[in-house]
């Protein structure tokens, strides 16, 4: 009897257990900011949660066509002294939107990236946005996440 109840238990224990340790589903996480967004402010911070495994799409409007786009940069991990990766660029894609401007020359288009949470820790996806001018590249904007996984 007191080997059955024993053997009970420990199957309640190792099942408890086994629970709490499976990871979440994947998180399929989107960020996109507008035009008139990226007009109103020329600085934008956004901070994120985010789990190993989850995907990152970010997008960003471009006027591609005058000469503007934006770059990205990952700052490292943040408040740790080695530089272990945290989100990897997984996909790129420029999107042509067509219809109105929002007061700007050229055509409004988007840029889209999508990242792979890889590993653990704070890290900043910086965006900038550039534009070409007799050969000196100018930051005219930035956008900027601060993705925090644990």
């Given at each position: ?10 199957v309640?224990?190792?099942l ?5 340790c ?11 900011v507008?035009?008139s967004?990226?007009q109103?402010h020329?600085?934008i911070t956004n ?14 409007c471009?006027?591609?066509t ?20 945290i989100v ?17 020359e050229?055509s409004?288009?988007?840029?889209v ?13 910086r965006?900038?946005y ?5 050969g ?7 956008y ?6 644990k």
């Amino acid at each position: 009897m007191k080997l059955n109840i024993f053997v009970s238990f420990g199957v309640f224990v190792l099942l408890a257990l086994s629970s709490s340790c499976e990871a979440a589903a994947p998180k399929a996480i989107v960020v996109e900011v507008s035009c008139s967004e990226i007009q109103e402010h020329k600085h934008i911070t956004n901070d994120l949660a985010a789990g190993i495994g989850d995907t990152i799409t970010i997008k960003l409007c471009s006027y591609l066509t005058i000469d503007y786009q934006w770059k990205y940069k990952t700052i490292g991990n943040i408040g740790r002294s080695w530089e272990e990766p945290i989100v990897r660029e997984n996909d790129y894609e420029f999107v042509e939107q067509g219809g109105v401007n929002d007061g700007l020359e050229g055509s409004k288009e988007k840029q889209v990236w999508t990242f792979e949470v890889i590993g653990k820790g704070t890290t900043e996806i910086r965006m900038e946005y550039t534009i070409q001018q007799t050969g000196v590249e100018t930051v005219d904007r930035t956008y900027s996440m601060i993705v925090a996984v644990k």
